[in-house]
Structure formats: structure tokens, C-alpha cells
């Protein structure tokens, strides 16, 4: 098993809060990693760090042996890692197939862009392909701004796909769905990593992620806690410290095992 | 069998070139050179700024830098009054765009706030500049050489270059809006960051379409001085010419491609018509801010927007795909996965 | 180039920069809290300056004095046009509809200022507007440092509001982020609206020392407004602090530059010193970095 992704040592601050504080992050190639921790605890953080929204203010990124730490985005895009956000972010002003065709842009010069056609024929069928397997391909001709909550994730998730990334940074991918839904994503998530994708995914839904990671890494404070498959997540009394919180004592002990695991 | 849209542009495209020959007092025929020139302005400024959502309120400077040209050019090449005067029209363009891509190299490194103060603080050096050095003739600015076509048509050929002009903009903002150029500056407007991350070259799309914007106001300039004859700075370099195409795509509809034709139609004709029924100046500026007003309330979008939404019942209909969709989706979420 | 000259120019520009310090930190404050860019201040300036005209010339009343009617009376303007036309704008274009939507409203206030008080240029008065007293060879005339000190006065007011008040702190809570404030309970649209009237009722007092030592008429407004655009750009858009530096370092470099050079680059001087800058810091002196939203 090679790690494709990791984070070593990554601390940022902002102002005075310390957001990440020497977190390590490992993601091997194949698997869905899975990356859970109270609120406050550096998740979103640790992924802008490592698509290169957030520059840390220690520590490496690493992807496929390559060292990525500060990296722009969309260099970072073009390696090979392809992330979706929290508040999902779509074009919402041009239509739901322009969105997908966004995605395919980092091939090219732009000079070239400007002489081309918005799409070749290629490209749509691509992305038409991708939003049939998200489920909205008949909305293609929409504004993107008309979706619903859960359709708009599911247009994230195709434009991540068009570029056809190695690993995919999925940020709360099941935050606010109904249950089908999330189910479907799910499901599309397994399909995905079958044919060899490579996935880490950000949530808080509990079942989400133990039912469907092979691999869990606990987030506390900045940094990380405990690692493992989820049914040794789910046993280690650390973990549930971390998410019931605790008084000061408690801290101390959570900060030597920190210090110690 | 011709669609109905394209019936309608065939029918404006008639009124537009048979306009002159129909009607021919004078005092009408100038409100249309003017008006043209207008609506050039206002679809090449809504080329950048419209698609890109970066709202530059700065263009009087590559009017500005075209009359001049013009004015410049025709005096110290000893050009004949005339038509020969028409070749310098792409000049002043051409320095226009000059101007643009170093302005818009710098302006466009900050936030959309911050680039509108810009070309407003670009423009005031502009006036500025042309109302103190001193080959532009200062505030007594510049003649031209007078040109004797005659009372009776003196308009028409400038009115039919001007519309050569709007012709040649809107099919440089369609060619655009189908491109993917044009679709990377749609991005940009909706979410730039999101779009560099997704690795559209932002900087380099934004520059080149400032400065593509420069060209046809630019020549709107050249033909402007060519037209009136004498330049002054404040006149050419003039802050209600910026916030007039801004506030006629607006009007119009903001990213549309008939919004500033119509906006520039409805305002630049109207305001003309104003000024010279209603010699009192005030009177048309509490007009023009009044009407700005209830349009902005009532009709954000732009007439353009709220008429077609009207039309198509777009509202109603993405709502309905949407629930389809929705409904649909269970079946296509269990099964649908290849 | 003697001394006399450079430090009466440095002396006018630290005077006169104090005041348009204060007028453009009432604009940078409505950025701050609201995210509108009011391109009214400038007639607003305006109409503060003839309303100080109007008591003086109907009333009799000094300007000094008059400042206790026109102050709230153009802190209720502020507040009937945030109703009106501003608090509704919302959205994604909130920033660029505000631009328009208030140059609309100065040009309606424009053309009314026309037909009231006609095109014709006019000044205010006072016995301090001419007279002046000397320190050493430097002239002091009463009404720049009369309009010195009212800044300064307004100014630490406003500051100590914001600063040890409650509302203050409302007030501050908005102007670092909008949605945080509202989560905590903050009546964001309430403070808005205070805010807004306040950034008006301020360039009531700015308004009258600008037209007691300029002379004046309503389409003096759009070379205020592009100067007090300039200032904030330069301070950093929302920072209170650097509206201050740069209110009164733009003067002083402008009348610098008048006196080194020539009047007629002084105007100039501005816009070049912002587009200098921004090529270095794009957010202003103070202003935040733009951030990599993700």
C-alpha cells in the first residue's frame, strides 16, 4: 500500500488562533479516508492547506512524491487532486453543463480559449456522461443557480470528476441531504473508488463515514488524534473524549496521548 | 422558415439603417449619431464588465484617448478634412487598447471594490492630464479640421459609421459569449477563486478582456471628435460617460446581449431629447436619477432580464425540472451508477 | 524653496487633511459596516455645506453654531436614504448595485441643489474665514484650524462611541464580519442603518468647514467624491485607521507637491500616490488581504 497523499507537520495559525498544530495526515492510494473531529477541530483547515487555498505556517504536503506544500490551487488541481467544499461552491449564473465544461480548462493556453468554441464535442459528451451518473443530466441546460441543495452537491461532485483526478477531497459531502441522497452519493463514492480513485472525505455523519471509509483518522484541536479503520476508531475512548469535550484535566491527558500516539 | 427572435433583429437592423433616410432634420439625425455611439459603448463596456461582474468605471479614459488621437493626428499628419479622416478611427481604438492593457495589468491585481476606485482614480489622472499638458491643448482644447459636407447630410455618414460600430461590437460580444473565453469570464464573475482553482489562467482572461473592451469605445472616441469638431478634456474625459453606459447596461440588463443596446437606445435618446426640449439641466438629472432609481428597486436585473423571465416563465420552469429531477433521482441513485 | 513656504504647505495640509480625514472616515466606516461603496458623500458634503449656507444667509446663525441643527438634521437624510434605497440592495452585486444606486441618489440631490440654490457659485462666512493669526512667518487662518479642531472633536467622539459604547461595539462586531454579528444577535440592519446615518450626519460638519474655505456649487461634488474615494483606497477600505492616514497624508502630499512642483500637478498627485501604492499593497495600507476564500 503506497500513501499518494500525506500531511506531515502542518501548523497554522490565524491571528491568534491556532487552527492546525503538527497534524499529520496520511491517505493511501485506493482506499476512502476517512477524516472526522468535533467542530473547531482543523478539518476544512487541513484541506485548504492541502489544495494550496491556505498556505501552513510549518510542515510539508506531499502527492504522489511530490511536494505540493505551496502550491497554487490550481496547480494543485492539475496534479491530480480534486476537492469539493463545504458550502458548495457552483457557477450559479451560467448553466449547469457550462459549469462542467469550466472544469476542463486547465489543458490549454487561454489564448487558445479565446479563439475556440466554449465546447467540443468531446467535451460535452464527457461531461453529459458525468451528469447522468451524478443523476441531474436532464437539468444540463439549467442555470446552475436553480438546483436544489442536494442537486448542486451532486453538480459539484461531476465537475470535480471531469478532470478525472487521482484523489478526491470531498468536504462534507453528506451535510444537509435527505437520506436517499446520501445513500446515493455513497454509492457513487464505492463506484468510484472500484475503478481506482482514491478518496478523503471530511464529515460529520457518523454512519457516512464508518460504512463506507476503510480508514479513519480522528481530528482534535489542530491536530490529529487517533488513527485506525473505523472499528478501532469507534472503540478508543479518546475519540469520544474529544467529541464530548472535556474539563481541563481532561486536556492535559488528551494532550500527552496526542503527544504519545 | 426564419425564427420569430430573428425576425425581430432583421426588423431592428431595417430601422436602424433606413433611420437618416427617413428622417432627416438635422436635430434628429444627431441624436442618433449620438445614440449609436452609445450603444457601441455601452455592448463593448458590457463585453469586460458585464460577463466578468468587474464593474469599470473608468472608460471615458479610451474615449478620451481616441477623440484625442483623432484630434491629434488629424491636425499634426495636415489631414483634409473628411473621409480620410475615418482611417484614424482604428487608430484611436488601437491607443485605447495601448492604454488599457498596462491600466488593466494594474487594476485588476485587487478586489472588485477596490478595481472600481481604480478606473474612477485612472480617469481623474486622464482629465487631469489632458486639461494640463500642453500639446493636447489644455482647457481650450482642440479644433479639428472643419469639415464642409454640407448641413442637409453631414450626419448620415457619421451616423452610418457609428452604426458599423455597434454592428461590429455585438458580434464581437456574441463571438465571445460562445467562446470559452467568454465562459471563463462568466466564471469569473460567479466565483473567481473557485475558477482559478479549477484552473482558469484569471489573471491573463481578465486583462485581455478589459482591454478587448477598450477597442470600440476607443473608436467611439475618434468618431466623436470627428463629429463635433472640437475637443475639451472635460467633455471627452466626462464622469457622467462612465456611470451613463454603466447605468444604460444596467437599465438594459447587465450580461445581456441586447441589454446594453436597448439601455444605450432608451437613455442616450431620451437624455438628448431632454436636454434640448428642457433647457433647465437640473430638471433632467433629478429625470435621470429618478429613473435610475425605479429601474434599480423594481427591475434589478435589467429590462432585458425581467422581460425574457417573463416571457419564458423561467422561474416556473426550472422549478418544475428541478422537482422532476428530484422525484426521479431515487431510482437513478440506486441503480443509475455505471 | 524656503522653509516658510514648505512648512505653511505642510501646515495647510495636515489642517485641511484633518477634515477631509473625517468626511472619508464616514465613508470607509458605511464600506466597513455595510459593504456599500456611498458615492453620495460627495454631494452629501455638498448639502451639508448649503444647509450650513441656508441658516447662515435666512438665520443669521453662525456656522459653528448651525452645526447643532445640520448634524442631525442630515443624520435623519442618512437614515431616510438607507431605508429608501439601500437597505434593500442585497446579494451577490450588493457592492456594484450600491455604486448605482447611489449616484442615482446624488444626482437627484444634485439637480435639487441646482434648482434650489441655483448654479452659481457660493462661499460661507464668518469673521474666522478670513482672518488669520501668525506664528512666527506661518499665517494660521481661525477657520482651518476652527475646522481642525472640529475634527479632531468629531473624530474622537466617534471613536470613543465605537469603542465605549455598546452600539460600538455593535458597530465593530459588523464592520469585522457581517454573519458573525448576526449570529451573536446583533440587529445587523439596525446597526446599518445608524451607521450610515452617522457617516452622513459626519459630513454635515466636514461639509461646512469645505465651504467655508472653498467656494462652491453642487457639481463640486464629484471632485470631493473621487478625493474621498481615493483616501479610503489608500487607507485600506473599512479601516478607520487608515482613512485617518491617508485623509490626512493625501493632503499633505497633495499641497507638498503644490509647493515643490507646481498647483496644477497637486490635484494629480493623488490619484498617482494610490495607483503607486496599490501596485504594492492592493488592499490598501490598512485594508485586510483579500482572502483565498475556501
Known sequence: MTTLLSATGVSKAFGGLQALSMCNLEVEKGSITGLIGPNGSGKTTLFNVITGYVKPDAGTVTFDGQNITNARPDAVFSLGVGRTFQLTRIFSRISVLENMLIATQHDESWLRGLLRSKSSKVEVDNAMELLDFVGIARLADLQAGALSYGQRKLLELAYVLVADPDVILLDEPAGGVNLTLINGIAEKIRTLNAAGKTFLIVEHNMEFVMSLCDHVTVMHQGSNLVTGTPAEVRANPLVLDAYLGGGDEDEDDLREAVAGA | MLAKKNLWWLAAAAAFALFPIVVTNPLYTTIGVFTVIYMAC????????????????????????????????????????????????????????????????????????????????????????????????????????????????????????????????????????????????????????????????????????????????????????????????????????????????????????????????ILEASQQYLTVTFSNGSLYLILFGALFLIVIIFMPQGIVVYLRDRI??????????????????????LGGAR | MNSVAL?????????????????????????????IINLAQGILVILGAYLSYALQVHWGIDLFVGLLITIPLMFIVGIVIERAFIGRLKGPEKTAMSILVTYAVSLLIEGTLNMVFSV???????????????????????????????????????????????????????????????????????????????????????????????????????????????????????????????????????????VLWSPVWSSMSYFVVLVIVLLFRPQGLFGQQSARVA
Do not use: C
Not at chain 2, 478606473?119 to 464642409?148: K, W
Not at chain 2, 419564458?312 to 428530484?326: C, D, G, I, L, P
Not at chain 3, 512648512?7 to 459593504?35: E, N, Q, R
Open chain 2, 42 to 265: 455601452a455592448t463593448s463596456w458590457n463585453m469586460f464588465s458585464g460577463y466578468s461582474g468587474y464593474i469599470a468605471l473608468g472608460s471615458a479614459v479610451f474615449y478620451g484617448s481616441g477623440a484625442y488621437t483623432m484630434a491629434l493626428l488629424s491636425i499634426h499628419l495636415h489631414m483634409a478634412a473628411g473621409s480620410s479622416q475615418f482611417w484614424l478611427v482604428p487608430v484611436g481604438g488601437l491607443v485605447a487598447m495601448a492604454f488599457a492593457a498596462p491600466i488593466g495589468w494594474v487594476a485588476l491585481r485587487v478586489r472588485r471594490h477596490t478595481f472600481v476606485v481604480i478606473t474612477i482614480a485612472v480617469f481623474f489622472i486622464f482629465q487631469l492630464a489632458a486639461i494640463n499638458f500642453g500639446f493636447t491643448g489644455g482647457t481650450s482644447g482642440l479644433n479639428l479640421p472643419f469639415i464642409t459636407w454640407g448641413f442637409q447630410d453631414f450626419n448620415k455618414p457619421f451616423y452610418y459609421a457609428g452604426l458599423v460600430l455597434v454592428v461590429f461590437a455585438t458580434l464581437l460580444s456574441i463571438a465571445v459569449r460562445r467562446s470559452r473565453f467568454g465562459l471563463q469570464l462568466l466564471a469569473i464573475r460567479d466565483d473567481e477563486d473557485r475558477a482559478l482553482g479549477l484552473g482558469v489562467k484569471v489573471s491573463a482572461v481578465k486583462i485581455t478582456g478589459f482591454t478587448m473592451s477598450a477597442f470600440t469605445v476607443g473608436m467611439a472616441g475618434a468618431l466623436y471628435a470627428m463629429f463635433v469638431g472640437q475637443i475639451y478634456p472635460q467633455f471627452v474625459f466626462d464622469p457622467m460617460f462612465d456611470v451613463s453606459i454603466a447605468l444604460m447596461t444596467f437599465l438594459g440588463g447587465l450580461g445581456t446581449l441586447t441589454g446594453p443596446l436597448l439601455g444605450a437606445l
Open chain 2, 312 to 333: 419564458t416563465k423561467r422561474v416556473e420552469r426550472e422549478r418544475a425540472a428541478v422537482a422532476a429531477n428530484e422525484a426521479a433521482s431515487p431510482d437513478v441513485a
Open chain 3, 7 to 35: 512648512l505653511s504647505a505642510a501646515k495647510d495640509g495636515i489642517l485641511t487633511g484633518a477634515v477631509y480625514a473625517l468626511m472619508a472616515t464616514g465613508l470607509t466606516l458605511i464600506f466597513g459596516v455595510m459593504d
Open chain 3, 120 to 258: 452659481n457659485d457660493v462661499q460661507l462666512h464668518g469673521w474666522y474665514v478670513a482672518k488669520s493669526f501668525a506664528i512666527g512667518s506661518i499665517h494660521f487662518g481661525y477657520i482651518y484650524v476652527a475646522g481642525f479642531i472640529l475634527a479632531a472633536v468629531l473624530l474622537s467622539s466617534l471613536y470613543y462611541m465605537l469603542y465605549r459604547t455598546r452600539f460600538g461595539v455593535s458597530v465593530r462586531a459588523s464592520l469585522a464580519d457581517q454573519t458573525s454579528a448576526a449570529l451573536v444577535g446583533i440587529d445587523v440592519r439596525r446597526v446599518s442603518t445608524i451607521t450610515f446615518g452617522i457617516g452622513v450626519a459626519i459630513t454635515a460638519a466636514g461639509g461646512m468647514v469645505y465651504g467655508a474655505t472653498n467656494s462652491f456649487n453642487a457639481s463640486s461634488s464629484y471632485d470631493l467624491i473621487s478625493r474621498l474615494l481615493t483616501i479610503i483606497v489608500l487607507g485600506g477600505m473599512g479601516s478607520l485607521g487608515g482613512a485617518l492616514l491617508a485623509g490626512v497624508g493625501m493632503v499633505f502630499v497633495g499641497d507638498m507637491v503644490g
